[in-house]
């Protein structure tokens, strides 16, 4: 499950990379382009994160994205924490996005080339996504009687 996970990642970072080389963003930019890594990233990435952690079902985008998550089993004794609970889910997404752009930005904002900068920001971000994701995880199966992320 992990291997399969970072290799849509690394495809993504590497997209992105591929984009701010072959239209020679100015140096500037390379935060605006770290910022649309990692919100592309995040949004492919987040809801088999969903699956991951809670084992609800949630997979990739071509995978059928949220369609097999347990919140449509009708017979299901516990319902995924982001997906049964809109306020678990909204204020997850809204702190796991928020935070991962705020920090892309920020990260891609220091003093290097450009190439440096947009690499720093993108992984920041990304590692950013991760760490807010699994807190808010475990903020929402808190909050909603769901076992822990990693041990439904």
Known sequence: MVLSY?????LVL???WAVVKLT???VGTPAIGAVTAVVVFALIGVTPLCGFMFDCGCDWPWSGLYHHCNFFDALA???CPWCNNVAAGA???L???G???FVAYRAASVGASANARFTI?????????????LATGVLAALATGYPLPFTA
């Open 99 to 101: 935070a991962s752009i």
């Open 77 to 79: 004794k516990l319902k």
């Open 121 to 133: 920001g993108v992984l920041a971000g990304a590692v950013a996504f991760h760490l807010i994701s």
């Open 24 to 26: 020679r963003m100015a």
């Open 91 to 93: 204020l997850s997404m």
């Open 95 to 97: 702190a796991v996005f």
């Open 14 to 16: 590497a997209l992105s």
């Open 6 to 10: 970072v290799g849509p990642a690394a």
